[in-house]
Nanobody
Framework: QVQLVESGGGLVQAGGSLRLSCAAS????????MGWFRQAPGKEREFVAS????????YYADSVKGRFTISRDNAKNTVFLQMNSLKPEDTAVYYC?????????????????WGQGTQVTVSS
């Protein structure tokens, strides 16, 4: 079992930056592939970024490529999402997710554990 707690969300102006953190606890936390997803009001949850357990493999949604960076610190069981050049369309609740087995993935049903989410609001 893996427990996930996100932090770092907030209100920021367009063009600004935020850094989200996801603290993982549990027996397999440091060996799990992790991902970030987001859900805007009235929309389905969508993939943002993912990272393998070693950090060697990362994937990004086209909408955030070049602006967001996913990373991890396995010594601290924490995954980060650095978000730069934020746009109003990035406004959403951001969720951290972990896989029980397997590498980095881009689909919701690949992930077994989910955090409660953190709100990111980008004003224009």
């Amino acid at each position: 079992q893996v427990q996930l707690v996100e932090s770092g969300g907030g209100l920021v102006q367009a063009g600004g930056s935020l850094r989200l953190s996801c603290a993982a606890s549990g027996r397999t936390a440091s060996s799990s592939a992790m991902g970030w997803f987001r859900q805007a009001p009235g929309k389905e949850r969508e993939f943002v970024a993912s990272i393998s357990w070693s950090g060697a493999t990362t994937y990004y949604a086209d909408s955030v490529k070049g602006r967001f960076t996913i990373s991890r610190d396995n010594a601290k069981n924490t995954v980060f999402l650095q978000m730069n050049s934020l746009k109003p369309e990035d406004t959403a609740v951001y969720y951290c997710a972990a896989r029980r087995i397997g590498g980095a993935a881009t689909t919701l049903n690949s992930y077994d554990y989910w955090g409660q989410g953190t709100q990111v609001t980008v004003s224009s």
